[in-house]
C-alpha cells in the first residue's frame, strides 16, 4: 500500500514539475503574460452594473410606494372636513 501512495505522489509531484511549468513567468517578476481585458473582466463589470441598477431600481420603488401609503411624520392623523 506504502509503493502504491509514494509512486502516485511521485507521479504527482512529476505532473507538476513539467516543463511547461519551468517556462512559465515567476510571480512578481514584472513580465507581463495576459495584456488587456479579458472577457470574464467584462463580464463581472456587467453583472455589477446589473446589480447596482437592480439595487436603485428596488430602492426607488420601494420609497415611491412609501410615499403614496403614508402622509409622513408631520402630518395629523386627523384631515380637517371643509
Not at 1 to 28: E, K, Q
Not at 46 to 74: E, I, N
Request: charge should be positive; proline fraction near 6%.
Amino acid at each position: 500500500m506504502n509503493a502504491i501512495i509514494r509512486t502516485a505522489s511521485a507521479t504527482a509531484l512529476m505532473a507538476l514539475v513539467s516543463p511547461d511549468t519551468l517556462y512559465a513567468a515567476a510571480p512578481h517578476s514584472g513580465q507581463v503574460i495576459h495584456d488587456g481585458f479579458e472577457l470574464s473582466d467584462l463580464a463581472l463589470f456587467a453583472c455589477a452594473v446589473l446589480g447596482v441598477w437592480f439595487a436603485r431600481r428596488s430602492m426607488r420603488a420601494r420609497a415611491a410606494a412609501k410615499r403614496q401609503t403614508s402622509p409622513g411624520p408631520f402630518v395629523s392623523s386627523e384631515v380637517e372636513k371643509p
